[in-house]
């Protein structure tokens, strides 16, 4: 996947980009965990979500957070971090301004800021969250949540209680005219450590539904390898 530098709030952001060759292909922006204890883009669960959508034909986006990798700048509690999600989707929306349809994915810390995103930009379409800290973070600003999604999280995480999890779906699930999918991964961590497949697996599951009849599954494309971070190193939120 190509590596590609954009001009963020703060300086350059570094990311990595695929950009589909299907005529007004979708677009998917995928948010990494919490920079304070290792969080990056290359982090196995965002690394699964945008491949997740890279095989459907996306033009897909996953980048590092101010302060982390190349990216400049400094940790800014979220607001900072919104402000860079904010500029990578621009910049992605410049290089396909006919695209489809918009998706944001987040894990953790990326999926709190993934759903302010949702708030503040009404083209995204859907959004998928994985293990939202919905423990440690405000998630009040839902109200209403303005598109469907799925939330995911594993039985087995002792950072975020899967029963906080719980009620943030079934909140945002009581809302009219969206439907928020809540699933869960047996035996999955917080990092869902030797349950990828089963996260791949569930991805695939509600993406091949979710995105008919406007964007049908295609098949997997040729992908370069690109080497994953082996270590999961943030702790709790």
Not at 137 to 157: E, K, R, V
Request: proline share 8%; glycine share 8%.
């Amino acid at each position: 996947m190509p590596e590609v530098i954009f001009n963020g709030p703060e300086g350059r952001l570094e990311g990595r980009y695929h950009h589909s060759k299907l005529p007004n292909a979708p677009v998917a922006l995928l948010l990494h965990p919490d920079p304070r204890h290792g969080g990056t883009m290359n982090n196995k669960v965002v690394y699964t979500l945008y491949h997740a959508f890279v095989r459907r034909g996306f033009s897909a986006l996953r980048f590092n957070f101010r302060g982390v990798g190349r990216s400049q700048g400094k940790y800014d509690n979220g607001q900072g971090e919104l402000s860079d999600a904010a500029s990578a989707l621009d910049w992605m929306q410049a290089l396909n301004p006919n695209a489809s349809s918009c998706w944001v994915g987040g894990f953790s810390f990326g999926a709190w800021i993934g759903m302010q995103l949702l708030m503040r930009r009404p083209e995204i379409d859907g959004f998928i969250s994985v293990a939202p800290p919905a423990n440690g973070y405000d998630f009040s600003f839902l109200a209403p949540c303005p598109s469907s999604g799925l939330i995911l999280h594993g039985t087995h995480d002792k950072i975020v209680p899967e029963a906080a999890v719980a009620k943030l779906a079934q909140k945002l699930n009581s809302q009219r005219n969206i439907e928020v999918t809540y699933r869960l991964i047996e035996g999955a961590t917080h990092f869902f450590s030797n349950r990828t497949e089963h996260l791949n697996l569930a991805l695939d599951d509600y993406l091949d539904v979710a995105l008919l009849p406007k964007e049908r599954p295609l098949p997997p494309p040729v992908l370069e390898d690109e080497d994953e971070e082996d270590a999961e190193l943030e702790p709790a939120e």
